[in-house]
């Protein structure tokens, strides 16, 4: 479900929109170029305090489609170790506006 904006996270920036279910919380921002950055974690809490972790591909996947970006390119980025920025446990994807140079697509994966 989309949540109200009156109920949206005040944070900088501002997220342009803000998904929830029982399960997961998305969070979507605007970026750099057209693109958009995808924060997803998870609503329930651990024994350690954090989010629980835990999420996979299928599950960025299915929420990337459900909350209307199925026909958009993801990525996500594993930064050099000087760059890492860890303080929960979120999974970021950024939505590209076309294809990344490096993507395959479905014809060339099965030839």
């Known amino acids: 479900m989309r949540v109200p904006e009156d109920q949206w996270p005040h944070t900088e920036p501002m997220?342009?929109?803000?998904?929830r279910n029982s399960q997961?919380?998305?969070q979507v921002f605007p970026h750099k170029d057209g693109a958009a950055r995808m924060s997803v974690n998870r609503t329930m809490i651990g024994e350690d305090g954090r989010w629980r972790?835990?999420?996979?591909?299928?599950?960025?996947?299915?929420?990337k489609n459900q909350i209307g970006y199925s026909a958009c390119w993801a990525v996500e980025i594993f930064p050099p170790?000087?760059?890492?920025v860890n303080v929960?446990?979120?999974?970021?994807?950024w939505l590209l506006r076309e294809a990344p140079a490096f993507a395959w697509e479905?014809?060339?994966?099965?030839?």
């Open 15 to 19: 997220p342009t929109e803000v998904w």
């Open 24 to 26: 997961f919380l998305v």
């Open 53 to 63: 972790d835990g999420i996979s591909w299928e599950e960025l996947q299915s929420i």
């Open 81 to 84: 170790s000087f760059e890492v």
């Open 88 to 93: 929960a446990n979120m999974r970021h994807l």
């Open 106 to 111: 479905k014809r060339e994966a099965v030839a």
